[in-house]
């Protein structure tokens, strides 16, 4: 059973999902405003969370960061009117790892659902050794990350994302697969979160400077992009 926080002013919209959720199996509480979603996220932590954009009392992109912030293990979905491509970006920058456009289409969201948790419970679920590419060390195990020596602090599509890559450096990777392996292997929405996921990616490789042996994720146009490992100097 999985442990969800839903966020969620409006209550028609949070009593259809609250009991949606539920009738699938999913242990769900509902809050209404950021700060009362901010108080929860202060305690145990939770599998996932469906935050609306809109709430009366915070703004939306402010919660996600924090919320981010306090539950790092967690999946942040957002829920969102905002159509625009700018608002959506910003709240995936924000530590948002997949969004939902409103109306919500309650097949579209339990498929979303069950792609993500199932990608958390394979991850929790593996146990290989560590990946050592020059100066980046991934072990799997423990589901971190040094560059250089330096702990990166990744969220969970950030890190699996970069382990989908690393498993094949210098190996051309094309979107579709990565979307198929990181995501799930039915996405049906929009791809920009894996652009925006790899754009974070790479400004946490370049915090490691010129430390040492640096990874490279280079972009194919057209088709997807591939980790380059330097050498040292």
């Known amino acids: 059973m999985a442990r969800l926080l839903l966020v969620e002013d409006d209550e028609t919209i949070g009593h259809a999902l609250q009991a949606s959720l539920t009738l699938h199996g999913h242990a769900v509480s509902w809050v209404p405003t950021g700060r009362e979603a901010l108080g929860h996220a ?5 599998d996932l969370v469906l935050l609306d954009l809109g709430l009366p009392d915070l703004d939306g992109v402010v919660v996600c960061r924090q919320l981010r912030a306090a539950q790092p293990e ?5 829920l969102t009117a905002r159509a625009d491509e700018l608002d959506v970006i910003i ?4 530590g948002a790892d997949d969004y939902l456009t409103k109306p919500i289409r309650l097949a579209e969201l339990h498929a979303r659902l069950r792609a993500h948790l199932r990608r958390v ?3 929790r679920a593996l146990t290989a050794g560590p990946i050592a ?3 980046l060390v991934i072990d799997t195990a423990s589901r971190r990350v040094t560059l250089a020596g330096t702990e990166l602090t990744l969220r969970a599509k950030e890190y699996e994302l970069l382990v989908r890559l690393a498993a094949e450096p210098g190996v051309a990777v094309s979107r579709e697969t990565l979307m198929a392996d990181v995501w799930d292997e039915n996405w049906f929405g929009s791809t920009k ?3 925006v996921h790899i754009a974070a990616l790479r400004r946490q490789l370049a915090t490691a400077g010129d430390r040492g042996a640096v990874p490279t994720i280079v972009t194919l146009r057209g088709h997807g992009y591939r980790l380059d490992v330097a050498t040292a100097p």
């Open 74 to 78: 967690a999946v942040v979905v957002m």
């Open 91 to 94: 709240g995936l920058e924000a």
């Open 42 to 46: 202060s305690g145990d932590p939770f």
């Open 193 to 195: 979160t894996l652009d």
């Open 133 to 135: 590419l020059g100066d």
């Open 121 to 123: 419970e394979s991850g």
